[in-house]
């Protein structure tokens, strides 16, 4: 579920097609992000998901997987 | 020129050029949040001011150089108005000494409001910017960051150092159409420039080509310029407001 609700995100915030986006897909190498996309990404996150991601923690995720398990181990 | 329905925040709004760019702003049809510091009653005239000019207009005190303080005081203004348009960092005090007789603190406070301050509240304000694609950042900066000055090696430290902010997150956010420039006031007519003694004051006037101190609403007029979508193609840069005090 927060997979595909995730794959909507980035492909919409990343301007990418959504079969492009796997879990292992890195943002950065994989997907054509650059670091301030990456920022964009997560704070789109924040929002769909109602989250707030300390920066200390939003450096870590770099990866779709990296996503998805922040956000299953934090929704409210 | 029309800022209609922009929202407009601006830092050290209650009196001095804050209090000119704030009024300037709201005459054009801007909305306008004037934080402060200290004096309530300031910060509501200058409230009442913009209200009779047909906006909208709220005031927050909050300390700049506080990041708990910024971060309240940023989410008041997107709970009230949802969105932030234009950003003016303009809050900024001076502790003058010489070097060898300045105190840790002088440094420090100077340095805290002037350029945290810019730090704290263009990181927290910048994030709605980027979300809409659209935003103007204008920082009060000064000549004396450009020159220096004898007595005021904390100001001309914190002025050099958001002129240098200023040109790095232009870079960085360029791309999400937000544009980031600053201003740099020369000899203003306010309560900072008040305390000199008059022999100095005359003596700036001799290198002043348009042979005038310049007023808050000189400095105003330049950041409406920077706020509004004339200014469109221009980033990263620093506009000198000094009268030809620097040529």
Redesign the interface.
Known sequence: MVFEKLKKIIAEQLEVEEDEIKMESSFQDDLDADSLDVVELIMAIEDEFDLEIPDEEAEKIKTVKDAVEYIQNNMK | MNLNGKIALITGGSRGIGKAIALKLASLGANIVVNYTKSDAKAKEVIKLAEEMGVRAIAVKADVSNKDDVENFINKVLDEFGRIDILVNNAGITRDNLLMRMKEEEWDDVININLKGTFNVTKTAI?SM??QKSGSIINVASVIGITGNQGQCNYAASKAGIIGFTKSIAK??A??KVRVNAVAPGFINTDMTDKLPDKVKEEYLTKIPLNRLGEPEDIANAVAFLASDLSSYITGQVLIVDGGLLI
Request: zero cysteines.
């Open positions: 994030r980027i979300k960085e956010v791309k999400k």
